[in-house]
């Protein structure tokens, strides 16, 4: 009898040892499928963007005919900022990929890299089902991991301001302008999308002679506005007026002739931020082009 009372006793104290155990360790043994199963999401993602996406984002992510994914811009926010995305950076993605751009968005057309991407959510009439989606999104996804810092937060973007960039101040002097530099130069900062061509007229003021509905081209135009009626900017010269209208779009916004879509009274849709990303000597030859257009 006694032995029979010892045994349930044992046996109800192993249980609860092991239950107790069981209730301890169950959220890491949980946490470590959660960890697990994200694993082979990003696995699974990995195999889908070699397939599906390499061609055009490059197969480390460094863009080509799409954008660049792997750019700590898209994961600290400062992208969806940008486009006044109001969602998290996944659904970002996570909706890009499952309805791709069926037209080319007017952010990467100014960049002078205006392309499409497909559709891939078979919701939508692309090849990819849903977990899939959410696979390649994983794996898109995974590269933020490499830009936080220890506490897992993205370390605050700190812009350093080169010593060479054009800066805001027109009056300074300029080295002396190279017009084929400059004429590569407007191509490359994406400018001709919207001065030159069919936008020309519409999107922005035609630069060219031949495509501007008063007969005059930028090179012209340059020439009087600074000193014409109306004018409200700080320029005293031709090249200081080019100077400021790239610069400082909103200083003088040039006025919409008949047909033209931009606002008249501002702000101007010509990016901001060209007294950054252009250097001295890049601003020169960009001037000197553009007083060299027929
Ligand atoms: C045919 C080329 C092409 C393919 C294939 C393609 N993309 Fe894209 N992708 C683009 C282009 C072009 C853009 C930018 C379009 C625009 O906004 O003008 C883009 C944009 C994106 C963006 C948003 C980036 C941003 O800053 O707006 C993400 C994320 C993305 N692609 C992920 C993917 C993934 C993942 C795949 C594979 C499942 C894929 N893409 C396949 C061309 C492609
Ligand atoms: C997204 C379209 C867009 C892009 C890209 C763009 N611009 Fe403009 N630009 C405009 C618009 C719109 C105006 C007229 C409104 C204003 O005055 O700001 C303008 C005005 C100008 C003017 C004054 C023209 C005149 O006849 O009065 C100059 C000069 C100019 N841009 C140069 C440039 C240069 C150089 C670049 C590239 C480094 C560039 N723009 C890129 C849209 C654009």
Redesign the pocket.
Known sequence: MIWRVLVGTVSVVIGMLTLGYVAITEQDRMASFTTSYAARDIEAGAA??EA??V???GDLGQGG???A?DDVK?FDGT?TTE?AWTGTVHD??YL??AG??P???E???ALG??????T?SNRFGGP?REDEVLA??A??MNWGEAYKDASGQFPQATPTPNPNAAGTDITIELPVGDATRGQALVTSSGCVACHVGPAAGVVAPAWQTAESKDGKGVAAHAEERWSSEGYAGTATSTDQFLFESIVNPNAYITPPGEGATWPAGGPSVMPGTYSTSLLKQDMADIIAYLKTIP
């Open positions: 889908i963007y599906q996406c061609t055009c984002h005919r799409g954008p994914l898209l992208r486009i970002f993605v890009t990929i791709g751009r037209r080319p968005s952010y990467y057309a890299n205006a392309n499409r991407m497909p891939f990819l390649v999104t794996f898109v």
